[in-house]
């Protein structure tokens, strides 16, 4: 590793957290018994709430209620039926219902929403799917932080993309969101290209006769939970060495790293209800993991100077 | 574009295959009308019959046969249920009526076939496929080439995926074979990292508390057809401008090149048979197409002054 690799992380506050990364990295890219050569360098990270802000509602999912809303707008009959009603109605009573069921481990209205979210993409072709994801990031406010959804990302995190790719990693998303949903921000905003997305997908048909490849109102694969190590394995052929998340779900992605090598665990912990958002519903697991197992917690308050950008709109 | 990168393509004759590649490539990377940027310059490849040799038998066909073969050692019983029996015994005939039987649409003893290839993986950790298939590519003589396998990789396209790269291209593996045993070689033998290698797949399952990630006795994804476009794009997120393959089933992954772009699309055409082998099965509606819709053949006899490498071994 070059000496100033380091001021990569300039942004990191010098604490143990930061320490840590930094030990981890030298210890691999070094020549002592830990060395690890370039190519079996993996790094993954989740999305929503490691690379960017999920709350009050994961980004993605505001997309999709902005989709359903236009679609009741054109069909009045939908207006009627969940999940347009709420969609349209701008309900979150209902929305904020749907989680809180399914925290209590009823999925009756999840279901009732994906059949919406499947409903709304069934026949997109991927083009103009994209073009609405990226329209969607770079011209929308977030609800409550006075900035855009694409300057929503952690900019942290992205210097320790940089930071870890400057020593011979090779950086990947590895998210329970939509990978197409993703792919066309994650360049300019991550610095991430298309092919290193991995994500959630909904099954496509290419025909052939028009020359056209869409959507349909089926899903593919939800990569969450025990699901990540088997698609990060599809799509890069290695187990990762440093892997980064923020909650239960990405709890099997970080145990799966390492493999019998070094392993860097990272989990971000929202803690920080000034600059960001302050917390661990969803997380407490992987938080007593990190306890137990000796993972790195990264502290948004405690680690970082500077949360976002500077607004660039 | 360097005036120098050509000679990437010394082993090619000077043919008007090879001043297509070139106009191309030229013309892509150049500042006319047809410029695409760098980020967009996607190549994908078939790899039976594309990028190695595929007869008599695909080379992935000869190790499962040994695995199966390996089976019946161990466990005699085997010995008299196929596709074991034909394995253990070497019996080419049974083989050979697989092919002829799927040709003339009968696909009864295709499944009896995958049934023994799902069983023969069903259980096996990635790691140790994985080495398995590297030994047996690296350790293994061709039948009638007088060469191991991992020798039987066509040069000159190897000579063209490094064109491509010292273009800004992309390069990816798109192929009907199985991902899992390509990706243990394509490093070595084509310089493509796993993680631009896409085929067909085995489901899998990762157990948290062994940390073990192994095939299930089931079948994921079968690349091939109109299934090609599909995982390209799920793959790298956009269309490839390059692409080539040598038969029928490439005929959709050809197609969905370009978009509307300018495209390059190759077809291989097995027509030496003093040096390689001589054949048109399986490719005689691709061939058709290029010659409808002025797709580039490669004719191994006239445009590649060299097939193989020098033996490695």
Redesign the interface.
């Known amino acids: 590793m070059s000496d100033t690799d380091d001021l990569l992380l300039s942004s990191w506050r010098d604490t143990p957290t930061r320490a840590a990364l930094v030990e981890f990295v030298e210890r691999v890219t070094g020549d002592g018994p830990d060395a690890i050569p370039p ?1 079996e360098r993996i790094a993954t990270f989740d999305n929503d709430g490691t690379l960017w802000c999920e709350k009050p509602l994961p980004i993605q999912l505001s997309y999709i209620l902005g989709r359903l809303a236009g679609m009741a707008t054109e069909d009045p009959t939908l207006r009627e039926r969940q999940p347009w009603k709420a969609a349209y109605e701008h309900d979150n009573a209902w929305l904020g219902g749907v989680v809180a069921k399914h925290y209590a481990g009823d999925d009756s209205d999840v279901k009732v929403l994906m059949r919406g979210i499947l409903a709304s993409v069934g026949g997109v072709a ?2 103009d799917y994209a073009q609405g994801a990226a329209d969607f990031v770079n011209g929308t406010l977030h609800p409550t932080l006075g900035r855009s959804f694409r300057d929503c990302a952690y900019l942290r995190m992205v210097e320790l993309l940089r930071y870890l790719e400057a020593n011979g990693f ?1 950086t ?1 998303i590895a998210s329970g969101g939509d ?2 949903f993703m ?1 066309p921000f994650a ?1 300019d905003v991550y610095g991430i ?5 991995i994500g959630s ?1 909904n099954a ?3 025909d ?1 006769d028009s ?1 056209v ?1 869409a959507y349909l109102a089926e899903p ?1 694969v939800f990569d969450d939970g ?1 699901v990540k ?2 698609r990060i ?6 187990r990762p060495i440093v892997a980064g998340g923020n909650s239960n779900g990405d709890i ?1 992605m970080l ?2 790293a390492g ?1 019998g090598r070094p392993a860097l665990r990272l989990l971000v912990l929202h803690d920080d209800a000034e600059r960001e958002f302050d917390y661990t519903t969803g997380s407490e697991t992987a938080l007593g993991r990190a306890a137990d197992d000796d993972w790195t917690v990264v502290s948004i308050k405690d680690d970082w100077s500077t949360v976002f950008a500077d607004r660039s709109a």
């Open positions: 190519e991927v083009d090779t990947f990978r197409d792919r360049s290209p298309p092919e290193r997305i997908s496509l048909r290419y052939a020359d490849l593919d025990p190590p088997i394995w599809s799509r890069t052929g290695r099997p145990q799966f493999g």
